[in-house]
């Protein structure tokens, strides 16, 4: 029963985290242009943008591991017979890139 826990966590993540990064999205936009306003109300004072590049790191973490579980999922979508990703052979795991 441990390895169909562990198949629908791999599976819904990349929906969870999609759901988590749209609302993020939201977060963020509505918190720049508060930033950008109050900046622009006083142009002599201090722009710390600190705050928003911490947030923006974490929301590009967050999509690094999103596209990794969908990039997993999809890789090994035709492999996997319903068992974790201990199915999933290492070797399958390399990157391909196009060719510029």
């Known amino acids: 029963m ?6 629908v966590t791999v599976d819904s993540s990349p929906l969870h985290l999609s759901i988590v990064a749209i609302g993020f999205h939201i977060f963020r936009t509505i918190e720049v242009n508060r930033l950008l306003g109050e900046l622009l109300k006083h142009p002599d004072t201090y722009a710390d943008f600190e705050f928003l590049a911490f947030w923006q790191t ?3 973490n967050m999509n690094a591991v ?12 035709g492999r ?4 974790s990703l ?3 052979p290492l070797d399958s795991l390399e990157l391909t890139l196009p060719s510029l």
Do not use: D
Request: proline share 0%; aromatic share 14%; hydrophobic share 45%.
């Open 66 to 77: 999103n596209l990794f579980f969908a990039w997993i999922k999809v890789r090994g979508s």
């Open 2 to 7: 441990e390895s169909i826990g562990t198949v």
């Open 86 to 88: 201990r199915a999933l």
């Open 80 to 83: 996997c017979q319903a068992s």
């Open 58 to 60: 974490q929301y590009n």
